[in-house]
């Protein structure tokens, strides 16, 4: 079955840096654009970034951008977010999505996303 397994979170301090990883397994990688969603206590899931099927497009949410930077490796399965000047409402559980795409499309709602990991929870301290 599919499985998407994510890495890499953790506490840090405000200014900080984290190198987020998910590993796909069970599917055509290839065939899949990759996201980045992130939820916090109480709050709906919210859109971080999404890479294409070849990685050639990207495309971030506002507060992502300049700071988090998201890449895939379709010869070892997997979608990396880095994350850099942390910030405390950055505190949240971070999730992997695999969506299902033509070409290369981005999708930026959780509805079109067929596949989620479990996530992991990232923590910045001020």
């Known amino acids: 079955q599919v499985q998407l397994v994510e890495s890499g979170g953790g506490m840090v301090q405000a200014g900080g840096s984290l190198r987020l990883s998910c590993a796909a397994s069970?599917?055509?990688?290839?065939?899949?654009?990759m996201g980045w969603f992130r939820q916090e206590p109480g709050m709906e899931r919210e859109f971080v970034a999404t890479?294409?099927?070849?990685?050639?497009?990207?495309f971030y949410a506002e507060y992502a951008k300049g700071r988090f930077t998201i890449s895939r490796n379709n010869a070892k399965n997997t979608v990396t977010l880095q994350m850099n000047s942390l910030k405390p409402e950055d505190t949240a559980v971070y999730y992997c999505?695999?969506?299902?795409?033509?070409?290369?499309?981005?999708?930026?709602?959780?509805?079109?996303?067929?596949?989620w990991g479990q996530g992991t929870q990232v923590a910045v301290s001020s």
């Open positions: 999505a695999a969506a299902y795409a033509r070409a290369s499309d981005l999708y930026t709602t959780r509805v079109n996303y067929d596949y």
């Open positions: 069970g599917l055509t990688f290839t065939y899949y654009a």
């Open positions: 890479i294409s099927r070849d990685g050639a497009s990207t």
